[in-house]
């Protein structure tokens, strides 16, 4: 008979590394683009919230027809918690990868829908929302031990 059982790689592996690599760099584009975008969601919160005529038209001309007020506190919302979620990515913590993925993917839904007030900018955040979510998809475990 044949043993058919194939054991794992492990940490007493040769091959096995748990050093970060080049990659690692991707991350922390991620966490500092996160950190970015969500200042900018909050800066385009707070215009929606205080000066409704800067926009290219009105509520009722957008995507979803909601007012800018709501708009504003989306957008605001959305922010604080990408930048929340962009320095505790910084740090390496797991829960921040998962909640940076989750409000990057809102993020980029949110611009879809608010498009039509501010094309250029949303077609911008979408963008870099796809590449934020690249970055710590494809390359988050590199940060497992980055801080030790």
């Known amino acids: 008979m044949t043993d058919t059982s194939r054991r794992g790689t492990t ?11 080049a990659w690692a760099g991707w991350v922390v584009f991620g966490g500092v683009m996160l950190i970015m975008l969500g200042s900018f969601q909050i800066i385009e919160g707070l215009v929606a919230l205080f000066d409704d005529g800067f926009y290219l038209v009105r509520s009722n001309g957008l ?4 007012n800018y007020n709501t708009w504003g506190w989306i957008h605001l ?8 979620a ?15 993925v ?11 829908a608010f498009i039509s007030a501010y094309p250029i900018w949303s077609a911008i955040m979408i963008t870099l929302d796809v590449v934020v ?14 801080y030790r």
């Open 133 to 146: 979510i690249y970055a710590i998809v494809v390359h988050g475990r590199e940060l497992k031990g980055y």
């Open 102 to 112: 989750v409000v990057a993917v809102l993020s980029a839904i949110v611009n879809i």
């Open 77 to 84: 919302i959305i922010g604080v918690v990408g930048a929340l």
């Open 11 to 21: 940490e007493t592996d040769v091959s096995y590394s748990d050093a970060p690599t």
């Open 86 to 100: 962009g320095l505790g990515l910084l740090v390496g913590n797991l829960a921040a990868r998962i909640v940076g």
């Open 63 to 66: 995507v979803v027809d909601v």
